[in-house]
C-alpha cells in the first residue's frame, strides 16, 4: 500500500462509492421490507422505552440483517455478470447467500420476540387491570 492511498480526497470518494452501494441495496424490494420493518420496529422501541442493552441488540440486529441483505445482493450482481445463462453451481451460490440472510432475519425476530413481548404483556396487563 502506498502513501497516496491514504489521500484525503480518495478516502471521501471511497464513501461516495460506500453510499451508491447503499442506494443501490435499497433499490431492492427485500431491502426496502427490511427497511420498513426496521422502521416499525424502531418506532415500537421509541414508544415502549426500550433500555440501553435492548436498544443495542435491536441496533445488532437490524444492522445485521441489512448487512447480510447487502452482501446477498452483491453476490447475485457478480453471480449475474459472471454467468448470465443459468449454471447450478451459481444458482447454489445464490440460494446459501439468501439463506444466510434469511438465518440472519430468523435471529432478529428471536431477539425482538425476547425484546418486545414482555413489554407488550405489560402494557395489556396495565389496560385489562
Known sequence: MNR???KLE???????YAFQGIAALFSQPNACI?????????????WLGLA???WCAVIICIG????????????????????PTHDPL??????V????????????VIVGLIIFIPKFIHIFDLILT
Not at 480518495?10 to 461516495?16: E, M, T, V
Not at 451459481?90 to 440460494?95: E, L, N, P, W
Open 4 to 6: 497516496s492511498d491514504w
Open 10 to 16: 480518495k478516502r471521501i470518494r471511497s464513501f461516495g
Open 34 to 46: 427490511h427497511a420498513a420493518v426496521t422502521v416499525v420496529v424502531l418506532a415500537c422501541g421509541w
Open 52 to 54: 440501553p442493552w435492548e
Open 64 to 83: 445485521g440483517v441489512l448487512m447480510a441483505e447487502a452482501m446477498n445482493t452483491a453476490l447475485e450482481a457478480l453471480c449475474d455478470k459472471v454467468s
Open 90 to 95: 451459481i444458482g447454489r451460490a445464490k440460494d
Open 97 to 108: 447467500a439468501a439463506g444466510a440472510v434469511l438465518i440472519f432475519v430468523f435471529a432478529a
